[in-house]
């Protein structure tokens, strides 16, 4: 098997951090600013006392397949009951006392679990607070937790009369915290974790900001009004709907006053409302007061699922004009989006702009971080009218991998890219890093609780059974698009400035090097420069560098009939489908690399193509062509000077209409991930037994708290029998449950070829009975030439239970369009996996790729 590594704790960030010296603004560990007061009600209990059952540092479990065996077993029913000296997997529980700060502190919190309990008296709703744990156990009801110990964790819980039980996972650090709050009000505001824009004193249009709203109440809170008041302007935002016992972060809006001053703090007052008009909260928030054209935080509604996200602005110098350059500034992991703008002087001939990858550590710009660049970069082109010709992408450290990585995804968007102190691919770094620990002297394993030979022996790769690794592989397959490596000759599109330190041992300079030689085998345009006696971060100039920007300066995108070769490689249309005016929209093989190679000669137009089902080509914007083009040897004759369409039927092109738009395309191509997008809102069921409602509600809470907290998201929670599709048009929708308790199932699969009720799941001929079985799935939705049915699946109590890991919400991590397993993968890894794979380009199971166990 392979190895899921906590090397994020031992080297990735850690070291990251505080490795080397820093100099500058930029490289500020996010962890300082935790909070530790409390503004929300008062302490009940804090928990001094607890068990720590150790864990393997270097888990052997399969990564494709997140496991927590420990987790497993208690949600399965057949663990001991837990007590200090009882055996539980390959340790035993062990009592561990807080010490200071009410901090639980061993280096084995980072691998292992902390069990708590708390009598109550009475049955009562609380608020549990906990910190530097990845999940939490509530009562056997799995929750979010806090592992970058950001101090922002609040859930509210109803607390059973008697004893109540919570099992923590291991986080990032080597400490925990964990309390009861009871709650000074049944619905309230918390001020941890807010979006704010800064206010420009010389622009006075409304802008958004975000809140948290706590609702400790067993019933819904509807019909809320968020009233803002700053100096002599007041605005009034609804509150969207928040499910019972939620804490869900709101969108209001801002209207500045008249009297603003730039570089003063202006203060608001917050209203909290009830439908009939009642006062329910009140708070003051502060804001910072900027010039347009000095460096400020702007907003911005998300598309992803209507959550504020924010963007920092390093505006041109030159003002108030419109076609100048855009650049664009991914930041490195722990940055703040702020300080990544701060580090740049203001140039004066374009705006950089820095999006915020969702969170300070947030996706490694992959996955929903990739959605923010994007959405980022189509907001600052629209409000500053930018050169589209002159756009360029560069960043630091996690920023370098983003340049790289999205760089190589949309290679005709920048005109240049600078990737400083990166790494190409996340995986390759992952196991660059386990590469380099296994050459260490075998003393430098003490500290890690293992010998270096165990640690070789944990970290070499191998499977069980043949299946096992054939069900790995589909599964992998569906992570192609993050393997940079793999679109490579990208790069052809643009000019190149590799900027590293010299001896940076955070993102080892080797890497840099070697990205250099693989760039001097093909590229012709590409400058390598290492800073005399570098380390990861040496100022500002790590990013901020002359000769970096007079590469940019020296670089603009041809116009696109002036192109005359282009090479283009994608492993999804659905993550980057094209470049210029030619578009893969569907593939041969899902999520394998596709490509095509065109040359334009004296108005011949000559295409190859490789895993390419179906193309479109904008003639009307390839400039002057001949009436024929050649497409893998194929002499073709277009209908029209405009938008043409060709199949690749059995190795023969054809002309043909435009595809289906029920069909995958562009817009909707799968991937189970890509269900949580499109203003995503979550259904869940309440139809089944009191058991199953109480478990689906709380798995779709479990995936809203991680939402928020990993991507800043605002997801709404719907129950089945409220839910009406024409109130969610065009929106992407998750689905918890199956159709036996779902009362949304047939509104939304009627007519798929999936069908999961209790003791049952069907796909297309095969059936799997029991009640063991579990599923994600996604589907398109009816009606809909774009949105997805995303389903969290299981045939009963045994199979919901062992699907209630939600690693998809995580970057890194790669979900076909089906996965299906029983109540051992979360202990076993891909040995339980019982099917995995892709629908076909129309969605059918019969056109699909499927790896069956069975």
């Not at 000077?641 to 595809?659: F, H, I, M, R, S």
Request: proline content about 4%.
């Amino acid at each position: 098997m392979k190895i899921r590594i906590l090397l994020s704790c031992i080297f990735l960030i850690t070291t990251f951090s505080f490795a080397q010296s820093k100099k500058g603004n930029i490289v500020q560990y996010f962890g300082k600013e935790k909070v530790e007061d409390i503004n929300e009600g008062s302490i009940l209990h804090l928990f001094k006392e607890g068990l720590l059952l150790k864990g393997k540092r270097f888990d052997k479990t399969h990564n494709t397949i997140e496991t927590d065996a420990v987790f497993a077993q208690i949600l399965s029913g057949d663990a001991p009951a837990i007590k200090e000296g009882a055996a539980m997997l390959d340790s035993k529980w062990e009592a561990i006392e807080a010490g200071e700060k009410n901090e639980f502190k061993n280096d084995n919190l980072r691998s292992g679990h902390l069990y708590l309990e708390y009598t109550s008296e009475t049955e009562q709703i609380v608020l549990f607070e906990a910190s530097g744990h990845t999940s939490v156990l509530i009562n056997g009801l799995p929750h979010e937790g806090d592992h970058y110990d950001f101090g922002w964790s609040l859930i509210p819980i109803k607390l059973k009369k008697g004893k109540n039980e919570f099992v923590l996972s291991g986080g990032r650090f080597n400490n925990m915290r964990a309390r009861l709050l009871k709650p000074d009000q049944a619905v309230q505001f918390t001020k941890r974790d807010l979006t704010l824009p800064d206010l420009l004193v010389d622009d006075a249009k409304p802008v958004y900001g975000a809140i948290r709203i706590m609702n400790t109440k067993e019933s819904w809170f509807k019909g809320g009004k968020i009233e803002v008041k700053i100096g002599d302007a007041t605005y009034t935002s609804a509150v969207p709907d928040i499910s019972p016992l939620l804490v869900r972060k709101v969108p209001f809006t801002i209207t500045p006053p008249s009297n603003l001053k730039a570089n003063e703090e202006a203060e608001a007052e917050l209203t909290l409302l009830s439908k009939s008009g009642k006062v329910l909260a009140k708070d003051t928030l502060t804001f910072g007061t900027k010039s347009k054209y000095k460096h400020h935080k702007k907003t911005f509604i998300s598309k992803v699922d209507g959550s504020v996200q924010y963007f920092s602005v390093a505006p041109s110098l030159t003002k108030d004009k419109d076609n100048q350059a855009l650049f664009l500034s991914v930041h490195g992991a722990s940055v703040e989006a702020v300080n990544q703008a701060n580090a740049y002087k203001q140039k004066d001939w374009g705006h950089l702009v820095a999006p915020t990858n969702r969170r300070p550590y947030g996706f490694a710009w992959e996955d929903w971080g990739r959605l923010d660049a994007l959405e980022v970069l189509e907001e600052a082109e629209r409000i500053y009218k930018t050169d589209s010709s002159h756009t360029y992408l560069t960043g630091h450290s996690m920023g370098g991998h983003g340049s790289w990585y999205l760089g190589a995804t949309y290679p005709d968007r920048f005109a240049a890219i600078a990737p400083c102190a990166g790494y190409p691919d996340l995986l390759r770094y992952r196991n660059f890093r386990v590469e380099q620990m296994a050459k260490l002297p075998e003393e430098d394993f003490k500290d890690l609780g293992i010998t270096k030979e165990e640690f070789i022996a944990q970290t070499t790769a191998s499977f069980n059974a043949e299946i096992d690794k054939e069900l790995d592989a589909i599964i992998m397959r569906a992570g192609n698009p993050s393997r940079t490596l793999k679109l490579l000759r990208n790069y052809l599109h643009y000019g190149v400035f590799v900027l590293h330190g010299e001896i940076d041992n955070v993102v080892p300079t080797a890497i840099a090097r070697d990205m250099r030689e693989r760039l001097g085998t093909y590229h012709n345009d590409f400058s390598y420069y290492e800073y005399p006696n570098g380390k990861h971060w040496y100022g500002d100039e790590s990013v901020d560098d002359p000769l970096l920007f007079n590469y940019f300066k020296a670089h603009s995108i041809k116009p696109t009939e002036a192109i005359e070769e282009i090479e283009f490689y994608t492993a999804s249309p659905g993550v980057s489908s094209g470049s210029h005016y030619v578009d893969i929209l569907q593939q041969n093989k899902p999520f394998e690399i596709s490509s095509f190679n065109l040359e334009k000669n004296e108005g011949n137009l000559i295409i190859t193509t490789e895993n390419a089902a179906v193309l479109q080509i904008d003639l009307a914007k390839a400039g002057t062509i001949n009436d024929t083009l050649t497409l893998d040897g194929q002499k073709l004759i277009p209908a029209s000077k405009d938008l043409v369409y060709y199949k690749n039927e059995q190795g023969t092109w054809k002309a043909v209409e435009a595809p289906s738009e029920m069909d995958k395309s562009p817009l909707r191509n799968g991937g189970f991930k890509d269900a949580f997008r499109n203003n995503v809102v979550f259904v869940y069921a309440s139809k089944g037994s009191k058991e199953e409602n109480t478990w689906w509600y709380n798995k779709a809470k479990f995936d809203a708290e991680k939402f928020w907290y990993r991507a800043n998201g605002a997801v709404e929670v719907v129950k089945d029998t409220q839910f009406k599709p024409e109130n969610y048009p065009d929106q992407n929708i998750v689905l918890y449950g199956n159709k036996s308790n779902n009362a949304a199932w047939n509104k939304l699969l009627k007519d798929a070829p999936i069908l999961v009720t209790n003791n049952s799941l069907k796909l297309g001929d095969k059936t799997l009975k029991g009640d063991q079985w579990g599923g994600l799935f996604i589907y398109p939705r009816s009606g809909s030439a774009s949105a997805s049915v995303g389903i969290v699946t299981a045939t009963g109590t045994k199979g919901m239970k062992g699907a209630y890991a939600n690693d998809y919400l995580v970057n890194a991590t790669t979900y076909p369009d089906v996965l299906i397993f029983d109540n051992t993968a979360m202990q076993e890894g891909v040995e339980g996996v019982e099917c995995s794979g892709f629908f076909g380009n129309d969605w059918s199971v019969e056109q699909g790729d499927f790896v069956w166990r069975n």
